[in-house]
């Protein structure tokens, strides 16, 4: 059965905080993602990842960072959390286009 | 820009109605459809359709794509209140397996 763990359901930072969101899979998928879903707008692609240490930018990657320094795990970094960051994050690994989701972060920054 | 438009937002019917989603997408080089249902955790996969005319079928649900008018379908037929969830469609283009979603279809079905 496939699995996309992230690490944590429900967090709460201050602004200003550096935060991590880890997500791994156990699939071998080469292909990782990060998304944000607000409501209203839907899922939007923050960063993705097609193979260790590689990465790409998604529709909103300010204020956001990656790393993937392994191929089951894809981190994304908030490098300063804001308020307008406050959202649920899903992280998604994928094989032949189905992409296989995580259960969600849902981060508030207060 | 590459965009996927779902129709309607939202929709609350009653049990045993048929309801249908709409889907439509602008892709450079499409190359797949793919629907998700997601309650209150992950999105769930139900389909992916890459040829016109061929509906796929799972239960009560079913879909079929159409690339000449660039649009898709989901119907759910005799609905149940199980099936309340947020449905998302997403597309790909040629050599990526990014996933380019809409907003997404709330849909609630009462007893």
């Known amino acids: 059965d496939v699995k996309v763990t992230q690490s944590s359901r429900y967090l709460v930072k201050r602004t200003g905080e550096k935060v991590f969101l880890e997500c791994v899979q156990d699939?071998?998928?080469?292909?990782m993602f990060w998304y944000r879903q607000d409501p209203g707008l839907g899922l939007r692609l923050i960063y993705f990842?097609?193979?260790?240490?590689?990465?790409e930018k998604g529709d909103i990657p300010e204020g956001y960072s990656v790393s993937r320094e392994k191929k089951e795990r894809f981190s994304l970094i908030l490098e300063s959390a804001s308020t307008n960051q406050t959202s649920m994050y899903l992280c998604?690994?994928?094989?032949?286009?189905?992409?296989?989701f995580g259960q969600g972060t849902r981060l508030t920054v207060v | 820009e590459d965009k996927v438009v779902q129709s309607p937002l939202s929709l609350v019917v009653h049990e045993g109605d048929t309801v249908t989603l709409n889907c439509s997408y602008e892709?450079?080089?499409?190359?797949?459809l793919l629907w998700y249902k997601q309650e209150k955790k992950a999105p769930t996969f139900l389909f992916m359709l890459?040829?016109?005319?061929i509906e796929k079928k799972s239960g009560r649900l079913s879909s079929i794509l159409d690339k000449k008018e660039l649009f898709s379908i989901l119907n759910i037929t005799a609905t149940q209140t199980g099936d309340s969830a947020i449905y998302l469609c997403?597309?790909?283009?040629?050599?990526?397996?990014?996933?380019?979603f809409g907003t997404g279809t709330r849909l609630q079905v009462f007893p």
């Open positions: 998604a690994s994928s094989i032949r286009q189905e992409a296989f």
């Open positions: 699939m071998d998928h080469e292909n």
């Open positions: 990842s097609y193979d260790v240490k590689m990465k």
């Open positions: 892709v450079t080089n499409f190359r797949s």
């Open positions: 890459t040829s016109s005319g």
């Open positions: 997403a597309a790909t283009g040629a050599n990526t397996d990014k996933l380019i």
